[in-house]
């Protein structure tokens, strides 16, 4: 298992600002991903956050707006630019080692004004 | 593409009652599916997942092929299983797919 710090833990912003999400594994893990939970839907996963390369983002999403950082096996960080009130969700960082089981942070709640 | 599909956003049952909260997907290959689940103020975590067949807090899932659904069941529901269940399914191409999960609530 793994223990993922992420901070901030939540953060009123205002439009047009950016914030820099943080996330810590207490381990070196081979994935990170970066999921979106919106109000009353599901997780998406916004990236892949790929050590020593730029990440792989899924469709929908774009290294403008979602820039990403994973400078080594054990730390990455998610930015959201030029926020709108559209942005307002819950980041989750997650890692993982191997198939199928992943391991979550205790998320980022972003409300944007 | 894939799909997970959660039918239910909130199901209610009483303490003692079977509970079973529905999970079908959409996929082409060899499924791998996992119900992750999130208590109250906790992190989403891992409950089990198909290959291993297993019994996790008295909750099973058994993957059925024919009819593309992946239930969870408990013959008895107590009131610390209240919490948010979500369905995944592991692709090799889309990575982990998650249905919009399931808002368990357990009455007294």
């Known amino acids: 298992s793994a223990v993922i710090s992420q901070k901030p833990s939540r953060d009123i912003c205002q439009r047009g600002t950016s914030l820099t999400i943080q996330c810590q594994v207490d381990?070196?893990?081979?994935?990170m991903f970066w999921y979106r939970q919106q109000p009353g839907q599901s997780l998406t996963l916004i990236a892949t956050?790929?050590?020593?390369?730029?990440?792989t983002y899924e469709s929908g999403f774009v290294i403008d707006k979602f820039p990403i950082s994973r400078p080594n096996l054990t730390f990455s960080t998610l930015t959201v630019s030029n926020m709108s009130p559209e942005d307002s969700s819950i980041y989750l960082c997650?890692?993982?080692w191997g198939i199928g089981e992943l391991f979550f942070g205790e998320g980022s709640r972003l409300t944007v004004l | 593409a894939q799909r997970v599909t959660q039918p239910e956003k909130l199901l209610s049952v009483f303490k003692g009652a079977p509970v079973e909260l529905k999970c079908n997907y959409s996929y082409s290959g060899s499924p791998e599916l996992f119900w992750y689940v999130q208590y109250s103020r906790q992190r989403l975590q891992l409950l089990l997942r198909?290959?291993s067949r297993e019994s996790i807090k008295g909750f099973t899932a058994d993957l059925n092929k024919g009819e593309t659904s992946f239930h969870l069941k408990k013959p008895f529901a107590q009131e610390e299983d209240s919490a948010m269940y979500y369905c995944?399914?592991?692709?090799?191409?889309?990575?982990?797919?998650f249905g919009k999960g399931t808002h368990l609530i357990i009455q007294p």
């Open positions: 997650s890692v993982g």
């Open positions: 956050a790929n050590q020593g390369s730029e990440a």
């Open positions: 381990s070196q893990v081979t994935m």
């Open positions: 198909h290959i």
């Open positions: 995944a399914l592991l692709s090799p191409a889309d990575g982990l797919t």
